[in-house]
Nanobody
Framework: QLQASGGGLVQAVDSLQVSCAASGVMFSLYDMAWFRQAPGKEREFVAAIKWTGGTYYTESVKGRFTISSDNGQNMVHLQMSSLKPEDTAVYYC????????????????????WGQGTLVTVSS
């Protein structure tokens, strides 16, 4: 089970962290990802962290967002800085059993487990 938290209303260029608590899984055996879905748009990949510690980002958030994990607490965080109005979306955490393949899946159907989403609104 995944539980996302930390969303809210912020102004452009502000920072915000969203977090995801995982229960019932061996955290270190899963790739953890964040997706987001804006109104009227498809769910899109934002960032992921592999069990090896490798991190992956979509181009539009590179240099602004940082994904990290706390294996002891079974939590994954997404620190978002220099937020823009176009970052406004519901943010979902997702998990999938890891593999030996380099990289992580970037399509939503590849992930089996999903949190309920947390809304991030960035005002201009």
């Amino acid at each position: 089970q995944l539980q996302a938290s930390g969303g809210g209303l912020v102004q452009a260029v502000d920072s915000l962290q969203v977090s995801c608590a995982a229960s019932g899984v061996m955290f270190s055996l899963y790739d953890m990802a964040w997706f987001r879905q804006a109104p009227g748009k498809e769910r899109e990949f934002v960032a992921a962290i592999k069990w090896t510690g490798g991190t992956y980002y979509t181009e539009s958030v590179k240099g602004r967002f940082t994904i990290s994990s706390d294996n002891g607490q079974n939590m994954v965080h997404l620190q978002m800085s220099s937020l823009k109005p176009e970052d406004t979306a519901v943010y979902y955490c997702a998990a999938e059993e890891t593999s030996l393949v380099v990289g992580v899946p970037r399509s939503a159907p590849a992930y089996s487990y999903w949190g309920q989403g947390t809304l991030v609104t960035v005002s201009s």
